[in-house]
């Protein structure tokens, strides 16, 4: 009983000081692969009418589901989720700010204002709201 309760604990502790382990260690979250997933490009200077968009890679050769990623801006005052999709090795998938009808190859945000900021800004990849998986900034 002892013995479980201090393997319980060091997990716990081992989680607390490698929280990105939860997504880019497969045997974790069963996730092989997550660790290629990033942020390749940005465009955040066009007008809204498709022109805003942030391409995420995988340059892994495992596909990975990013149902309940998320990406955020700088000031996390805007935030997409992810639904149930597949990023497929060696392929990239665009995210546009705008509204449209997501694709294969093209999701849709769904805004109706632009989300970054024209002088500058940073997304954010996260698997859940404390995993960090990538950043650009532009």
């Not at 997990?11 to 497969?26: G, H, R």
């Not at 942030?54 to 990013?66: E, P, S």
């Not at 940073?122 to 960090?132: D, G, K, P, R």
Request: glycine share 8%; proline share 4%.
């Amino acid at each position: 009983k002892n013995r479980l309760v201090i393997v319980s604990v060091m997990v716990c502790f081992l989680f607390f000081l490698f929280p990105t382990a939860l997504c880019a260690t497969p045997e974790v979250k069963g996730q092989p692969g997550a660790e290629f997933v990033y942020i390749s490009d940005m465009e955040i200077k066009d007008p809204l009418s498709l022109g805003e968009w942030v391409k995420i890679t995988n340059k892994g050769t495992k596909a990975v589901n990013l149902k309940g990623w998320e990406i955020t801006d700088e000031n996390k005052k805007y935030k997409y989720v992810f639904p149930s999709y597949t990023l497929k090795a060696k392929s990239t998938v665009i995210l546009y700010t705008g509204q449209g009808e997501n694709t294969a190859n093209a999701l849709f945000w769904g805004m109706s204002r632009d989300v970054w900021n024209d002088g500058g800004d940073t997304a954010y990849l996260f698997c859940s709201l404390v995993n960090l998986i990538s950043t650009l900034k532009k």
